[in-house]
């Protein structure tokens, strides 16, 4: 499975944003997926995750304000980000939770920048 992010952009603080991920192959329905976050120097942090039924759990941070949403017949997984902050600011991937080499490689991800 192959990932393509995209949605980011710059966004003033308190502003929306909704990143895609389309995915390739014909087995992403029944994978439980993720939204990932990171900043340079930083790891590479779980932001939201999806089960293959729809089932949701988000970090702390994040909660109330990002939504995570799939359609599997469109291979496709949303992240509808409101309420944006500064410190939302980074690079978002989707890949498989946990992630899992053999199945599926990162995407270049899409950048997203909250500033004023």
């Known amino acids: 499975v192959q990932f393509v992010e995209s949605g980011g952009g710059l966004v003033q603080p308190g502003g929306s944003l909704r990143l895609s991920c389309v995915a390739s192959?014909?087995?992403?329905?029944?994978?439980?997926m993720a939204w990932y976050r990171q900043d340079p120097g930083k790891e590479r942090d779980v932001v939201a995750s999806?089960?293959?039924?729809?089932?949701?759990a988000y970090a702390d941070s994040v909660k109330g304000r990002l939504i995570i949403s799939r359609d599997n017949a469109k291979n496709t997984m949303y992240l509808q980000m409101n309420a944006l902050k500064p410190e939302d600011t980074a690079v978002y991937y989707c890949?498989?939770?946990?992630?899992?080499?053999?199945?599926?490689?990162w995407g270049q991800g899409t950048q997203v920048t909250v500033s004023s």
């Open positions: 192959g014909s087995i992403f329905g029944l994978l439980p």
């Open positions: 999806i089960t293959s039924i729809g089932t949701t």
């Open positions: 890949n498989l939770v946990p992630p899992n080499p053999a199945l599926a490689s």
